[in-house]
């Protein structure tokens, strides 16, 4: 069993990254002037009703517009409509949320404002497939990319070119209205044009690119998209003149975050460490790289020394080859941590700040230098379940998965690591 008064640590530092990114508590700082017409809102992500419910409070005028978010994330809201719709593979109620919110701007005039609240999420909730592909055409594609072990800037560099709402498409459709957006930064990077693909942030990289980020991540796209793509035009540019007026504020970050835990952690006397903001790789090996910073720590005090808490950001993939079986990234980063730790007095916490951990009902779990051998204990082998991508059964076998629920922000992936 993992010490209690470890697992209260690590979960008051998670509670202070997600505290960081509350909507309620950003927003404020970056509110746009009143505009002389119509306040349009706009949204999408894992945490766009609560965003829609905090700019209610804080915007002393009419407000009107329509934000989708995920199965089971919405929230109470007075002016803006909250539509639902599936993630992280996208369903008919996400085709129908694109088309109200593009129906939301349709119309407008140079003296409306639109905000636009995105957060990570986004792109599954808003399908919306060109002329020639379907829903289904759109499903394939994100079970290709999710599957693929792709950095998520090049899942996202594919799914612009493959949409008639994302890469500045939603905000083309607002002019000539002014477009404000304020957005949760979900991705290593913190580019705003990559959180949930940018439906009102167009992005430089153009469909020359996109192709070549297929060829080098070896992304086996289906059939259609591959023929879509050989003859899809670019989409919008930065440099469209009807994107003049608009302006884009990250508005809560995983560097935010993790400052925010290492302040407690810090609080709490013990000595915080960020090694980045912006992890990327596959899970299992970034997962092995902790572990071998954490025990150089245990064992040696460097490179830092104890105690100590190391802390991480960033979204990290799982390439699914074999197997099938179920976990995210975040469990899979665990369960390869873990074997690297055996024996150690450390104890590690990693979830994604949305409070989902992919498909599953967790946020991620917590380990420590007794997990393999607790597994073992009770007749499962630890490196069978990382080979066949089995995580969360393994953990989730040993009481040890984290879920707080839906949080209502997404600032990516926090990992945690103490070492005593």
């Known amino acids: 069993m993992i010490a209690p008064d470890d697992k209260a640590f690590l979960t008051g530092l998670f509670d202070a990254a997600v505290a960081a990114a509350d909507p309620g508590k950003v927003l404020a700082r970056h509110l746009p002037g009143k505009p002389r017409g119509r306040t349009v809102v706009v949204g999408a992500g894992k945490g766009a009703a609560q965003m829609a419910a905090a700019l209610e409070k804080l915007w002393d005028a009419p407000l009107e517009g329509v934000v989708v978010t995920r199965y089971g994330f919405a929230v109470p809201t007075r002016s803006v409509r909250v539509l639902t719709a599936s993630h992280p593979v996208p369903d008919e109620a ?43 055409d759109e499903q394939a594609l994100n079970h290709a990319l999710l599957n693929s072990g792709a950095p998520i800037s090049a899942m996202n560099a594919v799914r612009r070119h493959v949409s008639t709402i994302k890469g500045g498409r939603l905000a083309l459709a607002a002019h000539p209205a002014r477009v404000v957006s304020l957005i949760v930064s979900d991705v290593p990077g913190d580019d705003p044009a990559q959180v949930a693909s940018g439906p009102t942030v167009p992005d430089r990289a153009g469909l020359d690119a996109a192709r070549g980020l297929v060829e080098a991540h070896q992304i086996k796209l289906p059939g259609r998209i591959r023929d879509y793509l050989d003859s899809a035009t670019d989409a919008p540019s930065p440099d469209d003149k009807r994107f003049a007026r608009n302006t884009v504020s990250i508005v809560a970050s995983a560097r935010i975050s993790l400052e925010a835990a290492a302040a407690r952690a810090e609080r709490l006397g013990i000595r915080a460490f960020i090694l980045s903001d912006a992890v990327e790789g596959e899970a299992r090996d970034v997962g092995r790289v902790h572990a071998a910073i954490a025990r150089e720590t245990r064992l040696r005090d460097r490179p830092f020394a104890t105690p100590a808490v190391i802390l991480s950001g960033g979204e990290t993939t799982v390439t699914v080859d074999v197997g099938g079986g179920r976990g995210g990234r975040n469990t899979e980063f665990l369960l390869a941590f873990a074997g690297g730790v055996e024996g150690l007095d450390v104890t590690a916490l990693a979830a994604d700040t949305d409070g989902i951990d992919g498909t599953e009902s967790c946020a991620g779990a917590f380990v420590d230098g007794r997990t393999w051998e607790r597994l073992r204990k009770a007749r499962m082998d630890p490196g069978s379940l990382l080979a066949l991508h089995d995580s969360w059964t393994g953990l989730d076998a040993l009481g040890d998965l984290f879920t707080p629920g839906p949080t209502g922000t997404n600032v990516n992936d926090f990992r945690a690591v103490l070492v005593r």
């Open 94 to 136: 996400g085709i129908v949320a694109s088309k109200a919110l593009l129906d939301a701007v349709s119309g407008l005039t140079e003296e409306d404002l639109v905000v636009a609240l995105v957060c990570g999420g986004g792109s599954a909730l808003l399908p919306a497939p060109p002329d020639g592909l379907t829903l289904r």
